[in-house]
């Protein structure tokens, strides 16, 4: 509940008395006003203190003031998401945050019509909780990949010039139509992706990638050096094959058919998940598990898969529900028998969530990511809110 | 591109955490690598469907990477991307 007012009262601004500082309180919160009445103070404090959404403001607030500055382009590039983080063998909870920081050292394209480009970049990720030990998500990486980006498809036909103006009419018919789904059943998308004569695009990223992980006080750690393959295939033209394969996607048509969501029955080509296999050898470093289990710290090579989806569960009342997921899985190539006895030769890691109209959101992840010991079953659920 | 169902007006309050691609569950690098895809078909579809070129001082690498800075902040709006390719491309 308090979670759920606290961001409204940031809303108030402009308070002019103290009368009517209690009068915003009161109409945001009766909880909070109760709280007070009662003298409950510290454990108000608690819930404020420990309440991710006021550090999230905070944070939106700076970063916001100074993200477009030109002399801040290495602070554009960093994420900070505050979260409460809680294991599911504990009903304690922790702050925490997770970071994101990324830096493109050199990218550089030949002309305006190369679709290949040469990549380096350099990129930070992790979680910190402030009490480290109900961390579930205990993992922390820096990275340096270098390699090649580029495109296969995903073209339209060069329009002449008439057609040009034929289609922009096409388009203004269809930007004055003001009923969903008179727009989603408009013939016009037809003639429109016909004469653009859409091509299937085949997205990939070839690196080499190098690196350090750890947990998120150091005590393990690890290097890392390999190579990875990341790729996306997207089909943007309506009825097509390769929107037919992407069998993710069957479930949620099915719900989007007899919701009335859609009104065919077919999965997205747009929602064709992005996927990366990579070769990693990994050189632990502090690895003291390890280290008693196998008598040394040998590299040892390890494949990982990762997958992300995301499509649209349904609409309610226009209001659009989607559903969000990845996998990440891990696995030590030829591990000793010791190393599989500890269950340490293999780790995946899956999350997903629904989330709705930049309000809410339920979320459910399951898994184990290297350095954590035991699975862990988080579940969220929360409110997002637009100030 | 079927980003989104809206019409076009009401398009206007869509963030980029409303459309089609953009994943939270995605990895940073995840995310921006599917915004350069949406980003290279949308410089491809303004050249070729709607005759566009670039402003002057921009090439497709500036435009895209405009275009891509806009994807992948989730509390940006359609109309901040609009801007951005309305100062890129000469339509």
């Excluded at chain 1, 997205?268 to 632990?284: E, F, H, N, Q, R």
């Excluded at chain 1, 502090?286 to 008693?292: F, G, H, V």
Aim: aromatic content about 12%; hydrophobic content about 40%; some cysteine.
């Amino acid at each position: 509940m308090l979670l759920v007012c606290l961001p409204a009262l940031s809303q108030a601004q402009n308070i002019g008395s103290v009368q009517e500082l209690k009068d915003k309180v009161a109409a945001a919160s009766p909880l909070l006003t109760e709280g007070l009445e009662a003298g409950k103070y510290k454990t108000l404090a608690n819930l404020v203190l420990n309440d991710p959404g006021i550090y999230n403001e905070i944070w939106g607030r700076v970063y916001n003031s100074v993200r477009d500055k030109k002399d801040r382009l290495l602070f554009r590039n960093l994420k900070i998401n505050f979260k409460t983080f809680q294991s599911s063998d504990s009903n304690r909870t922790s702050l925490g945050f997770s970071y994101k920081w990324d830096y493109e050292v050199n990218k550089k394209r030949t002309s305006d019509y190369s679709r290949n480009e040469f990549i380096a970049k350099i990129n930070l990720a992790g979680n910190i909780a402030f009490k480290k030990n109900l961390n579930p998500l205990d993992f922390q990486s820096a990275k340096l990949e270098i390699g090649t980006n580029g495109f296969w498809g995903g073209t339209v036909n060069k329009s002449a010039a008439g057609l040009i103006t034929e289609l922009n009419k096409i388009n203004q018919q269809l930007a004055a139509i003001e009923d969903e789904d008179e727009l989603a059943n408009s013939q016009l998308w037809n003639e429109l992706t016909k004469a653009m004569g859409i091509t299937n695009q085949y997205h990939y990223n070839f690196s080499a990638t190098g690196g350090w992980e750890g947990s998120q006080d150091f005590s393990k750690s690890q290097v890392t050096y390999g190579a990875q393959l990341r790729f996306s295939a997207k089909s943007y033209a309506d009825k097509n094959i390769l929107a037919q394969l992407n069998v993710l996607d069957y479930p949620f048509a099915l719900i989007r058919y007899i919701t009335g969501t859609d009104k065919s029955l077919g999965a997205y080509g747009a929602a064709l998940p992005v996927v990366t296999m990579g070769i990693d050898l990994v050189k632990p470093t502090k690895d003291t598990i390890r280290k008693q289990l196998t008598g040394n710290e040998k590299q040892f090579a390890r494949f990982r898969f990762e997958a992300g989806f995301r499509t649209l569960l349904l609409n309610i009342n226009n209001v659009p529900l989607h559903f969000n997921a990845a996998y990440r899985f891990f696995t030590e190539i030829n591990a000793s028998t010791a190393i599989k006895t500890a269950a340490l030769n293999r780790y995946s890691f899956f999350t997903c969530s629904v989330t709705g109209a930049d309000t809410y959101f339920v979320s459910y992840s399951y898994g184990k990511l290297p350095f954590d010991r035991t699975n862990n079953a988080i579940y969220e659920i929360g409110f997002r809110f637009n100030l | 591109m079927k980003q989104h169902k809206k019409t076009f007006k009401k398009a206007e309050a869509l963030t980029m955490r409303d459309m089609l691609f953009y994943n939270p569950a995605l990895t940073k690098e995840e995310l921006k690598f599917e915004a350069e895809g949406i980003a290279d078909f949308l410089d491809i579809v303004f050249k070729n469907t709607y005759g566009a070129s670039y402003e002057t001082g921009i090439n497709k690498q500036k435009a895209v990477a405009d275009m891509v800075d806009i994807l992948i902040a989730a509390d940006k709006t359609l109309p901040h991307l609009a801007a951005r390719i309305d100062d890129d491309y000469n339509f």
